[in-house]
């Protein structure tokens, strides 16, 4: 079983940028594909970004590339996301999900784990 806790969440004006954290505990990262995914009032949760068992591998959603970057510490147990150059379309609830499948994914049901989520609010 791996728990994932995110934070880093918060309000902050358009074209500012926060850093989400997500710790994982129960099961290395090392061997786990990470995703963040967001899910904004009123819609799906949809994928945001990716990465691979030793972070070589990276994908993002067309909306997200060249403002957000996802990266791991896998001797911490942790993934992270820096977003850049915020819009207020980025206003979601931005969840940590954990997959054991070895390649990176972006549909929610190839991952088994998720945290509990963490606001972002970008105001204009």
């Known amino acids: 079983q791996v728990q994932l806790v995110e934070s880093g969440g918060g309000l902050v004006q358009a074209g500012g940028s926060l850093r989400l954290s997500c710790a994982a505990s129960?099961?290395?990262?090392?061997?786990?594909?990470m995703g963040w995914f967001r899910q904004a009032v009123g819609s799906e949760r949809e994928f945001v970004a990716t990465?691979?068992?030793?972070?070589?591998?990276?994908d993002y959603t067309d909306s997200v590339k060249g403002r957000f970057t996802i990266s791991k510490d896998n001797a911490k147990n942790t993934v992270y996301l820096q977003m850049d150059s915020l819009k207020p379309e980025d206003t979601a609830v931005y969840y940590c999900?954990?997959?054991?499948?070895?390649?990176?994914?972006?549909?929610?049901?190839?991952?088994?784990?998720w945290g509990q989520g963490t606001q972002v609010t970008v105001s204009s």
């Open positions: 999900a954990a997959s054991s499948t070895p390649i990176p994914q972006k549909y929610t049901r190839r991952y088994e784990y």
């Open positions: 129960g099961r290395t990262t090392s061997n786990l594909v």
């Open positions: 990465i691979s068992w030793g972070g070589g591998v990276t």
